[in-house]
């Protein structure tokens, strides 16, 4: 790429939800996990499917297919949790996000996106950065942030902040 040229190539992970391919901004992906037990949590919204344990910490999960407004993802041998972190005014939110699969991170030529179409998506295309071309198709690329709105993000430190809570009760009550 020559030194005139202004666009900016950033790195995205992507994944597959339904029949669908979305990426996800590489800064906001901390690591990919193989499937865990998830503990549920009562009165939570149905997109939150609980906690899991990630290395002696609670960490929220969220079906982004049920978030879409998809069907319910079904478990499967490619099924992965994409640990993700977004950066609130509180400071940082970690969530586990349950993808269909994983397939690589590519670098995709910010100056080569599209604009989301208004109409024909399955999802609230306000959640869409924008698309970028891939053989035959497109990639559709996540505002992670604009996915959940403030109070869904308050929902989810906040169950973690008592999950966390209640393992410390559990310790000290041993």
Do not use: W
Not at 19 to 45: C, D, G, H, M, N
Not at 56 to 70: E, S, W
Not at 160 to 174: A, G, N, P, S
């Amino acid at each position: 790429m020559s030194d005139n040229t202004q666009s900016q190539i950033n790195q995205y992970l992507t994944f597959s939800l339904d029949s669908e391919i979305f990426a996800q901004s590489i800064s906001e992906v901390r690591e990919v996990l193989e499937y865990a037990t998830i503990t549920r949590i009562p009165k939570t919204p149905e997109f939150m499917l609980g906690v899991i344990n990630l290395r002696g910490n609670a960490v929220p999960v969220i079906d982004m297919r049920l978030k879409l407004g998809l069907p319910k993802t079904e478990r499967t041998v490619d099924t992965c949790i994409i640990i993700t972190e977004v950066q609130m005014e509180e400071g940082e939110n970690i969530f586990g996000a349950l993808v269909d699969s994983v397939h690589e991170v590519m670098e995709i030529d910010q100056d080569t996106l599209e604009p989301t179409p208004k109409i024909g998506t399955k999802i609230d295309s306000s959640f869409i950065r924008g698309m970028a071309k891939q053989d035959d198709g497109f990639i559709m690329l996540l505002d992670i942030v604009k996915i959940f709105s403030d109070n869904e993000l308050n929902t989810i430190q906040k169950t973690t902040e008592d999950q966390i809570e209640e393992e410390k009760m559990e310790v000290l009550t041993t």
